[in-house]
């Protein structure tokens, strides 16, 4: 197996990671969407929603990108 190098951006409507071989090409990427919760004029997130939206985009990515999920 190659080695990748996995990313993971944390956005504000959801969380994208992806798996980039060793010359930077996209091998593998999954996105999970959560909602973004609004109070007034600012915009909150739960840690706990990332963590879960994590634990699901990790072992696609880790899978399709030929590793162990």
């Known amino acids: ?3 990748v190098t996995v990313g993971v951006d944390i956005g504000t409507t959801g969380l994208k990671a992806v798996a ?3 010359r930077a090409r996209v091998v593998a990427e999954h996105t999970v969407r959560y909602p973004t919760r ?3 004029t600012a915009a909150e997130q739960d840690a706990e929603v990332w963590w879960s939206a994590a ?3 990790l072992p696609r990515v880790c899978g399709n990108a030929g590793g162990p999920p």
């Open 1 to 3: 197996m190659n080695a």
């Open 20 to 22: 980039l071989d060793e």
């Open 38 to 40: 609004l109070a007034g």
């Open 55 to 57: 634990r699901r985009a």
